[in-house]
């Protein structure tokens, strides 16, 4: 997996990107361990998702400032993101980490911002 990973300069770029190509909702995990796409009732299950593009990055100075930011899409073309901090902090359950192993993955270089 790390091959496919981009290491574009700063998360907010990378959201502002994909904001102008209307991109802008994300899938949340919530308590009950459910992931949901922003502003839907609908509970999705990994295989119902697709990884479509990995973002990589890292603090300048402090390693517990990384995040990666994951391009999803669902089986109906909707587009979503996840932003995942990582490192000594994690802004997700334990659950999340297996949720996010099962969703397949399928770059795509569409969204390749270099």
Known sequence: MEGHID???TLSQVMTRLTQRGIHREFRMNENCE????????IYQPHELTIVKTYRFEG???????AV??????NEGNYGMIIDSY???????????TYLR???IL????????
């Open 7 to 9: 290491r574009m300069t």
């Open 35 to 42: 992931m949901k796409l922003e502003n839907s009732d609908k």
């Open 60 to 66: 300048p100075s402090n390693p517990d400032d990384n």
């Open 69 to 74: 930011l994951y391009l999803l899409k669902d």
């Open 87 to 97: 490192g000594a902090e994690t802004n997700y359950p334990k659950e999340f980490d």
């Open 102 to 104: 099962e969703i397949p």
């Open 107 to 114: 770059e795509s270089d569409e969204f390749n911002f270099d």
